[in-house]
C-alpha cells in the first residue's frame, strides 16, 4: 500500500476574494427535481438543451424520495387490466427498479400502483440526471426572480457555498408550491377556506406480515380506537414491501403551511403524530406490530399549498367528464382524492373505461411566455388537482413542459405548435 504524508499546513482565505456572484447560463432551467421536475429535466436534456436543475434539499428526488410517498400512483387506468398513461422516464424507472427487487407493481381493490424502494429511486434519478447531462444545483434557494416584461431573465440563489445567478431562456416551475412563479410576482392560487392535509410518512421495520390485517380491518380498527390513540386521522394503511419486514404507514393528516415558522412546528407534530401511530399499532396488532421499530421519517409530505393561475382553470367537471381536451398534455384516470377533513379524505374512483386529461393552458402561467409550471402546483380547483397531482400524470407533465418549451424558443409557450408537441409526446397521449 502506498503511504503519502499527509501536510498539516493551512491557507488563508477570505470572503473578499470570492466571487460576488457565480452566475451560470443555460435553454432551461428547472426548479424542483421530485417526479414532474426530474422528468422535465431529463427530457430537456435529451432534447439537446443545456438543462440546470435547481433544488432546496441537499439531494435530489423531491417528495417521491424525501418525503418517502413510496408508491407511484396514477399510472394505470383503474381495474385488473388497467393500461399504463405514461411512459418516458416512467418506464425506465420501472424497468430497472423491478429487475433489481425494488419496485413491485401492486394491484389495490380498484388501482394498480408501483410500490418502490426510495434510496434505490434516489439514486435512479441521481444516476439518470448526470447521464443526460444535466447540471444540478442542489441546497439553493431562491432569493429574487428577474422578469423583463412577460419573459423571466434569470434567477438569484443562495446557497451556503455562495450566491448563484441562473440565466436561462426558459424556465420550469417544478417546486410543489409554485415557489418560482411566486417570487416572480405572477399571480397563485390558494385554498379558499380550510386546507389540504398532508401526510408524515413513517417507514418501520420488524414486521410480520403473515399476521398484519388486511386494509379494511386496519381502517376500522383506526376508526374505532385512534381516538384513544390521540390519532388525529381516523384511517390509513400499512403497506409492506413484498419479501421484507418493512412497511410504509400513512395514517397522518399534517397541517402544511407557507408561514416558515408555523411550517417549522408543523413538521415536528408530523413526527409526533407518527410516533402515537405506531404506539396504536402495537397495542392493537400485537401479532404484526409488536416489534416493529421506526426505520425512518420521510419529510412533510405536501399535497397542495400554492399554485398557479394559468390560462385554463381545470375544473372537477371536466375531470369527471372524462374530457380530451385539444392541447392535452397528459391522461390521467387516478380518483379524486380530497383531503380536506382532519380525520379522512374523500374517494372518488372512476370507472375502467374513464380517463381524463390535463391541458397545457393549465401549465402555462398567465402572463409569462417562457414560465410553465408541473406537478402539483399546476391551475385546477383543489379536487380536480387531486386526481392529477399523483406521480403518473406529473411525469407525464414534466415531459410536456420540456419539449413545449424546447418548440417556443425565444418565442411564446402560449403560442406552441400543438402538432409538433403531440408528436414528441405521442406515448403519453396514445395506447
Known amino acids: 500500500m502506498l503511504e503519502r504524508p499527509f501536510d498539516p499546513e493551512t491557507r488563508i482565505v477570505s470572503r473578499r476574494d470570492a466571487p460576488a456572484v457565480i452566475e451560470r447560463e443555460c435553454d432551461i432551467c428547472v426548479v424542483g427535481s421530485g417526479a414532474s421536475g426530474a422528468s422535465a429535466a431529463i427530457e430537456a436534456a435529451r432534447a439537446g438543451n443545456r438543462v440546470i436543475l435547481v433544488d432546496g434539499l441537499p439531494s435530489l428526488g423531491g417528495q417521491a424520495v424525501n418525503s418517502i410517498i413510496g408508491m407511484f400512483c396514477g399510472l394505470y387506468t383503474p381495474g ?7 411512459h418516458g422516464i416512467a418506464d425506465e424507472i420501472i424497468a430497472e427498479l423491478t429487475a433489481n427487487g425494488d419496485a413491485h407493481i401492486i394491484q389495490g381493490g380498484v388501482m394498480k400502483v408501483v410500490m418502490y424502494n426510495e434510496v434505490a429511486l434516489g439514486r435512479w434519478v441521481e444516476k439518470a440526471v448526470i447521464a443526460a447531462g444535466v447540471q444540478p444545483l442542489t441546497g439553493a434557494i431562491i432569493r429574487q426572480v428577474h422578469v423583463e416584461g412577460r419573459r423571466i431573465s434569470a434567477l438569484d440563489i443562495a446557497t451556503r457555498h455562495g450566491d448563484v445567478r441562473i440565466r436561462a431562456q426558459g424556465f420550469i416551475d417544478a417546486s410543489g408550491d409554485a415557489a418560482l ?3 416572480a410576482g405572477f399571480d397563485c392560487r390558494v385554498q379558499a377556506q380550510g386546507q389540504i392535509y398532508g401526510s408524515q410518512m413513517l417507514i418501520v421495520e ?3 406480515d403473515t399476521h398484519k390485517p388486511d386494509w379494511d380491518t386496519m381502517a376500522r380498527r383506526i376508526a374505532e380506537r385512534g381516538e384513544h390513540y390521540g390519532m388525529m386521522r381516523r384511517d390509513g394503511f400499512a403497506a409492506t414491501f413484498p419479501g421484507t419486514d418493512v412497511a410504509m404507514v400513512n395514517m397522518t393528516h ?16 408530523g413526527k409526533e403524530q407518527a410516533d402515537r401511530t405506531l404506539v396504536f399499532l402495537r397495542a392493537e396488532f400485537p401479532e404484526a406490530f409488536g416489534k416493529a421499530r421506526v426505520r425512518a421519517y420521510g419529510l412533510p409530505g405536501v399535497r397542495q399549498t400554492r399554485w398557479i393561475v394559468g390560462t385554463h382553470h381545470l375544473t372537477t367537471a371536466e375531470v369527471r367528464a ?15 382524492e380530497q383531503h380536506h377533513n382532519r380525520e379522512g379524505y374523500v374517494w372518488e374512483t372512476f370507472g375502467p373505461d374513464h380517463v381524463h386529461t390535463v391541458p397545457l393552458r393549465s401549465l402555462a402561467v398567465a402572463g409569462a411566455d417562457n414560465l410553465l409550471a408541473v406537478g402539483r402546483c399546476i391551475d ?4 380536480a ?3 392529477v397531482r399523483v ?3 406529473c411525469i407525464a407533465m414534466g415531459a410536456a413542459a420540456a419539449h413545449a418549451l424546447t418548440i417556443a424558443g425565444s418565442g411564446s409557450v402560449h403560442q406552441v405548435d400543438m402538432g409538433l408537441l403531440r408528436q414528441k409526446i405521442a406515448a403519453n397521449l396514445e395506447g
Do not use: Y
Not at 385488473?80 to 405514461?86: D, E, S
Not at 372524462?322 to 379524486?336: E, G, M, Y
Not at 385546477?380 to 379536487?383: E, K, N, P, R
Open 80 to 86: 385488473i387490466n388497467g393500461r399504463q398513461l405514461t
Open 181 to 183: 412563479t411566486w417570487q
Open 206 to 208: 420488524g414486521i410480520d
Open 254 to 269: 399534517i397541517e402544511t403551511p407557507l408561514d416558515p415558522f408555523d411550517a417549522a412546528e408543523k413538521q415536528i407534530d
Open 322 to 336: 372524462a374530457t380530451r381536451f385539444d392541447d392535452a398534455i397528459a391522461r390521467c384516470s387516478w380518483p379524486l
Open 380 to 383: 385546477a380547483d383543489s379536487t
Open 385 to 387: 388537482l387531486s386526481s
Open 391 to 393: 406521480m403518473g400524470p
